[in-house]
T-cell receptor, first 115, second 116 residues
Framework: AQTVTQSQPEMSVQEAETVTLSCTYD???????LFWYKQPPSRQMILVIRQEAYKQQNATENRFSVNFQKAAKSFSLKISDSQLGDAAMYFCAYRSSNSGYALNFGKGTSLLVTP | GAVVSQHPSWVICKSGTSVKIECRSLDFQATTMFWYRQFPKQSLMLMAT?????????EQGVEKDKFLINHASLTLSTLTVTSAHPEDSSFYIC????????????FGQGTRLTVV
């Protein structure tokens, strides 16, 4: 089974600064998808960014970008120009390309943004 | 587009009773829906996968007789917690896969269940 590891239970960043959240995963598959989800206090899961494993180019979505290192099985999330609204739990997730759309989540990183 | 609605958002029930949670895809047809459970300050754990018109597939350790899942149409899946006990108190979240083939499944807003 694939495992997803987020080694940072909590992170803190000052407003307007940049923060990087770490995620590593273990898989024997060559084709898969990786995601970062944000869960604010409302607990609604919000997709932040996705990465297809077959794509070498790192995904970006406005202030959010990833550093995808397939050989190292690493998938970190960089948040630039942090805003107070970025404060939330962030979950890294793995989806196999051939076993449906179920997600395997990491334990999450709680991000605190200070003024 | 791609809205998934869960109902109710929160529910309190007495120990020993059953409670039903609905998950609806509002603007797309969902061939597959997923049910997750999230304990406080923990991650989401997949409970089961339901496919329209067939029996749900449960993850190891999930009691299928306690957590009954029905996916009778392409827009509705239900999770019934039978004979609920305080240890079943949790946050339950569904997600739905669009049959047209979107890359990811879409999440409902979750249901907080408290058993007293």
């Amino acid at each position: 089974a694939q495992t997803v590891t987020q080694s940072q239970p909590e992170m803190s960043v000052q407003e307007a600064e940049t923060v990087t959240l770490s995620c590593t995963y273990d898989t024997s598959e060559s084709d898969y998808y990786l995601f970062w989800y944000k869960q604010p206090p409302s607990r609604q899961m919000i997709l932040v960014i996705r990465q297809e494993a077959y794509k070498q180019q790192n995904a970006t979505e406005n202030r959010f970008s990833v550093n995808f290192q397939k050989a190292a099985k690493s998938f970190s999330l960089k948040i630039s120009d942090s805003q107070l609204g970025d404060a939330a739990m962030y979950f890294c997730a793995y989806r196999s390309s051939n076993s449906g759309y179920a997600l395997n989540f990491g334990k999450g990183t709680s991000l605190l943004v200070t003024p | 587009g791609a809205v998934v609605s869960q109902h109710p958002s929160w529910v309190i029930c007495k120990s020993g009773t059953s409670v039903k949670i609905e998950c609806r895809s509002l603007d797309f047809q969902a061939t597959t829906m997923f049910w997750y459970r999230q304990f406080p300050k923990q991650s989401l754990m997949l409970m089961a996968t339901s496919n329209e018109g067939s029996k749900a597939t449960y993850e190891q350790g999930v009691e299928k007789d306690k957590f009954l899942i029905n996916h009778a149409s392409l827009t509705l899946s239900t999770l019934t917690v039978t004979s609920a006990h305080p240890e079943d108190s949790s946050f339950y979240i569904c997600s739905a896969r669009d049959r047209s083939g979107a890359t990811e499944a879409f999440f409902g807003q979750g249901t907080r269940l408290t058993v007293v």
